[in-house]
C-alpha cells in the first residue's frame, strides 16, 4: 500500500472501535458496554460507513472480561442489530493469563477477523502486557484453525520486526493486515515521519491500517487515506470529537472519516469489498 494506492482510488476500510477495555462511562456516558449497547453502535458505526467493528466484551458493571459467552451476546447482537459488518474480536489486554486471551476466539460461529498484539508494552505505571512470541504463535494458531484473519497491532518499531519474526516462524494468508499504531508511552511517537518510516518498513504486499490514540486520531487517519491504507477511529481509541466537545457516538466519528475519504477521492468500503481487500 502507497500513494500510489490513493492516487488509484482504491476503497478505504473503516473499522469502528467501540468500546475498548479501559475506559467505561465514567469518561464518556456515550460509550456502548452491554451487549444490546455495543450491538446499537455497531448498527450505527456500519449506516455511517464502518465495514469491521473491533469488539471488546464488558461485565455487567463494567469491567473488562475475555469470557466467551459474553462475546457470544455480544456477536449475536451485532448481527441482530447490523446488516453485513466485519466482526473482530480483541484479544489483547493487561492483566489476563494466556488461556484467558484464547476465550474471544471460541465463539461460534467464529468472528471473522481478531486483533493479535505483536510484542510487549507498558500499559499503565504499574501494569505491563507481555505478549510473549509463544503466545502470539498460539493466538495465530487457533485463528488459522478456525478461519479468523488476524490483524497484526504494531505498536512500535519494535513490535515491526516481531511482525517480520512471526513471517518467519509461521504462514501467513495474504494480505497480511497490520495496524500501525500512534500516541504516547509505548506507541510509535506520533509524528508524520515516523508513519512514512511505518509504511516503508511493512512486509511486502501488507495491506495497512492507521490508528491514533487521542487528539492524534483525525491527522493520522487522514494520513492514511492519503498514503493508500486503511482507517480505524472510535470510542476506544478517543472519546472527543473536538477539543473539550465529546463525540456523542462511535457513529459520528465514522461518519467525518467518511466523509473525508470522499473528498479525497477514496471510495469507502462496503463490508463485501473489504472482505474482497483482505481475503476474508
Known amino acids: 500500500m502507497s500513494y500510489e494506492n490513493y492516487l488509484a482510488g482504491e476503497p478505504v476500510i473503516i473499522t469502528a472501535a467501540l468500546t475498548g477495555g479501559v475506559q467505561g462511562k465514567e469518561a464518556t456516558p456515550h460509550l456502548p458496554e452491554t451487549p444490546k449497547e455495543i450491538g446499537k453502535a455497531a448498527a450505527e458505526a456500519e449506516a455511517a460507513g464502518a465495514s469491521v467493528v473491533h469488539v471488546h466484551a464488558r461485565k455487567d458493571n463494567g469491567e473488562r472480561t475475555f469470557a ?5 451476546e455480544i456477536d449475536d447482537e451485532i448481527r441482530r442489530q447490523a446488516d453485513d459488518v466485519i466482526i473482530q474480536h480483541s484479544t489483547g489486554g493487561t492483566g489476563a493469563s494466556d488461556e484467558d486471551r484464547h476465550l474471544p476466539l471460541r465463539t461460534d460461529p467464529a468472528p471473522e477477523m481478531a486483533s493479535l498484539d505483536m510484542g510487549p508494552m507498558n500499559r499503565y505505571d504499574h501494569l505491563t502486557s507481555e505478549n510473549t512470541r509463544g503466545l ?35 504462514e501467513l494468508a495474504e494480505p497480511v ?26 512486509p511486502e504486499g501488507a495491506q495497512f491500517n492507521t490508528l491514533g490514540f487521542g487528539r492524534h486520531q483525525l491527522p493520522f487517519v487522514t494520513m492514511g487515506i ?26 459520528q466519528l465514522v461518519e467525518r472519516v467518511a466523509r473525508i475519504a470522499d473528498e479525497l477521492g477514496r471510495e469507502v468500503a462496503t463490508p463485501s469489498q473489504a472482505r474482497d481487500i483482505l481475503n476474508l
Open 226 to 251: 492519503l498514503f493508500g491504507g486503511h482507517v480505524r477511529v472510535g470510542l476506544e481509541d478517543n472519546i472527543y470529537y473536538e477539543r473539550g466537545e465529546l463525540a456523542t457516538s462511535n457513529a
Open 177 to 202: 493486515y497490520g495496524t500501525l499504531i500512534f500516541g504516547p508511552g509505548t506507541l510509535t511517537p506520533p509524528k508524520p515521519r515516523n508513519f512514512i518510516n511505518a509504511i516503508d518498513n511493512l
Open 136 to 170: 502470539v504463535d498460539s493466538l495465530h494458531e487457533e485463528m488459522v484453525e478456525r478461519g479468523i484473519k488476524p490483524e497484526l497491532e504494531i505498536f512500535n518499531d519494535g513490535h515491526m520486526n516481531e511482525t517480520y519474526g512471526l513471517l518467519e516462524r509461521r
Open 68 to 72: 466467551t459467552e459474553r462475546f457470544q
